[in-house]
């Protein structure tokens, strides 16, 4: 049976409901379910294409014509709420009864040298240390951490933001998450001269690190 959840009141939303407890539906479907024109529903079908949060799938039919069936994409299966944080949160803990805090020490290091591999890169594209800050400013915010740089009064020094922290769950238990970043940022920046200020899982409103360029000390 097609259900809606009626304490959504935007249409949108209520489509991308519909899709997740149905998984797939065609227009007349979802324009039966919530009581409006399919003309209405194909509008607002047409937005959640262009923004990806579903697609359609064409499936051809033994007589008549081939049927259209909407789904969610997997960014769209993504708003809805996760518990990432507190599934990793509770791991941690066991791993750290179970081994100690020195193996969580060891896997917050490997993801640090992790992450490190991934963008040495994209970082070592730039040579002008100024590029280096705008594109870490870049990967940190594909990863959501919502990003503001400036340069400071000095002008070989510049002010970092972050706004937001996907991992703020973890950081406010294991403050390695904090000490990790703070090491990654110095070695793609291949700068010792990097300073928080300001971080989140201390009480803060946002992390805020001040970073100077200078003669670069260690291998990337």
Known sequence: MVMTMK????????????????????????????????????????TLERD?????????????????????????????????????????????????TGTIDELFKRRENRLQDRYKDRMNTFTEFEQKVNELANIQNEAGYMVDWERGEDPNTFVFTEYNCPIAKVANEYQQACSCELSLF???????????????????DYCCYVIKEEKQTSEV
Do not use: W
């Open 52 to 100: 990806h949060v579903i697609e359609t799938t064409l499936v051809r039919q033994a007589m008549g014509r081939p049927i259209h069936f909407y789904h969610l994409t997997a960014s769209g299966d993504e708003q809805f709420p996760r518990n990432y944080s507190g599934l990793t949160v509770d791991f941690l803990k066991d791993i750290e009864e179970v081994s100690g």
């Open 7 to 46: 304490n959504h009141t935007s249409t949108r939303d209520e489509i991308i409901y519909l899709l997740k407890r149905n998984k797939r539906m065609t227009v007349t479907e979802m324009a039966k379910s919530l009581g409006i024109t399919e003309m209405a529903v194909r509008r607002h079908l047409n």
């Open 186 to 204: 110095k070695r793609m920046l291949q700068t010792e001269a990097v300073e928080r200020k300001t971080c989140m899982a201390k009480g803060g």
